[in-house]
């Protein structure tokens, strides 16, 4: 694994990159991880793509990981910057094109990180092969403005930067609702204790949100869903989505049946939906996981590499 580093449009922080090369790459994946998390967390993905000559690449969003200057986890950006989340997802497109300029390009992109990956597609979906939306949903969209203009009003009271329980309680206080026997509080994340016991001794992992990054993220999941801004997608591009039907994100498969009935009503022509049986949300840390490694692994195939 190789790293790299690129300047975000806050024009303050340096994202960090990584880059897991492989001898006769066939195609490249780029990797959009999800909320309080790290796109080091996505190691055995890469090591299983490797072994099937697949580049990957992935940056720690702003206010996560290695990517975080003076501000807080969990803040992104200040207002005068727009989209700066899905700017910042090209940017790193455009590094490992740049490297790789002859080979098929996709994008993954998990919970948080596939909500930017669909707002990325408004703009930049000419600019790859496919996207892959992994633990993505359809969320109510009057219930996601609420949220946004609760953590703006918040924002005005206790500040930007405030990590807020009172929102972070609002958005995923019920999340465990229908698990028997939970241990934790983030039990509805993956049905394998060892994984959640691994995800909360990451100190990466799992921090407050601030009231900037409540706003953000309810601001991408709101666009991700619009019809006008949906029929910009290239037609002919393909997405796979993939989600457990155990996972309260998707509805346990509701909600991503109805997000990929969005695209399929907008004309898109390649739209695959697949669900895995009692998995949860982190998908690419569930028991099946080298079963799902192998299904991305085959659908990039099927679509481009010869």
């Not at 066939?26 to 090591?47: C, F, I, N, T």
């Not at 996207?131 to 993505?136: K, N, P, R």
């Not at 972070?168 to 509805?188: E, S, V, Y």
């Not at 155990?246 to 390649?270: L, N």
């Amino acid at each position: 694994m190789e790293q790299f580093e690129l300047l975000s449009v806050d024009r303050k922080t340096w994202l960090k990159g990584y880059h897991w090369p492989c001898e006769d790459p066939r195609a490249v994946l780029q990797v959009s991880h999800g909320m309080a998390e790290h796109v080091l967390r996505y190691q055995p993905l890469a090591d299983y793509l490797n072994t099937q000559k697949i580049v990957m690449i992935g940056h720690d969003h702003l206010g996560h990981g290695a990517s975080i200057h003076e501000d807080p986890p969990g803040y992104f950006h200040d207002k005068s910057v727009k989209h700066g989340l899905v700017q910042d997802l090209y940017q790193v497109t455009q590094w490992g094109q740049t490297k790789y300029p002859d080979l098929p390009f996709f994008i993954l992109g998990h919970s948080m990180g596939s909500f930017i990956l669909r707002n990325y597609l408004y703009e930049f979906g000419e600019a790859i092969s496919g996207a892959i939306l992994v633990g993505t949903g359809q969320q109510p969209v009057w219930l996601t403005r609420f949220g946004q203009q609760s953590a703006k009003l918040l924002g005005k009271i206790q500040g930007e930067k405030h990590p807020s329980k009172l929102i972070d309680q609002l958005a995923f206080g019920n999340m465990n609702r229908k698990i028997r026997n939970k241990k934790t509080t983030k039990d509805w994340l993956v049905s394998l204790p060892e994984e959640v016991a691994v995800y909360l001794a990451d100190p990466n992992c799992g921090f407050l949100f601030t009231l900037n990054g409540y706003q953000e993220l309810f601001s991408l999941i709101i666009r991700a869903q619009e019809p006008e801004e949906i029929k910009k997608i290239p037609k002919e591009l393909p997405l796979l989505f993939l989600s457990g039907n155990a996972d309260p994100i998707g509805e346990f498969g509701k909600g991503v049946m109805k997000a990929a009935g969005t695209y399929q009503a907008a004309g898109m022509k390649q739209v695959t939906v697949r669900l895995y049986e009692k998995a949860r949300h982190e998908l690419l840390n569930e028991a099946q996981k080298l079963t799902i490694f192998h299904d991305i692994s085959k659908w990039m195939e099927n679509i481009s590499i010869k």
